[in-house]
């Protein structure tokens, strides 16, 4: 059976789970729709913060003791004109994905934020039909400019 672990600090990721285990699961399981693993660590680091504006909170999830699924989840500071939080980062081991452990681990995630939720997902990755499943909806496309 599926366990999901909330970590809201640091303190949180003992015993089963370190930091850098975290990093490196998703550093893996995201594939090429991923980033450097100091943009992850920086996300981590965004969400255990107490500054005003700032806060959010990981979730690990465990089948038989073995890390399957991991998300972070950030509070924008912006509620009203940008939704309250952005689901920055989400995977499951590529070996056990479409058994419903992404579903359950972003469904825990809809649970616990307060406020409207947005994440970025590429046109081209197979989990935008998982999300479009769980009630999200498409309503702009982000557009970027680069430096």
């Known amino acids: ?18 930091k ?10 995201l ?6 693993k100091e943009h992850i660590e920086k996300s981590i680091d965004y969400a255990f913060s107490n500054a005003e504006g700032k806060g959010g ?3 690990a999830g465990f089948w038989e003791n073995n890390l399957v699924g991991a998300l972070i989840m950030n509070k ?3 509620s009203g004109y940008i939704p309250d939080n952005i689901l920055v980062y989400v995977a499951v081991d590529a070996n056990l994905r479409g058994k419903g452990i992404g ?3 972003i469904e825990k995630s809809f649970e616990l934020a307060e406020g409207d939720i947005k994440l ?8 935008k039909r998982l999300y479009e499943r769980l ?5 702009y496309a982000e557009m970027r400019l680069k430096r």
């Open 1 to 18: 059976m599926l366990q999901i672990k909330e970590i809201r600090k640091i303190e949180d990721f003992k015993p089963e789970l370190t």
């Open 20 to 29: 850098d285990e975290f990093i490196d699961f998703l550093h893996k399981h």
């Open 31 to 36: 594939d090429q729709f991923g980033d450097p």
């Open 57 to 59: 909170f990981l979730l």
């Open 76 to 78: 924008t500071g912006m």
């Open 103 to 105: 579903a359950k681990i």
């Open 120 to 127: 970025h997902v590429e046109y081209d990755n197979p989990a």
């Open 135 to 139: 009630g999200m909806t498409t309503k």
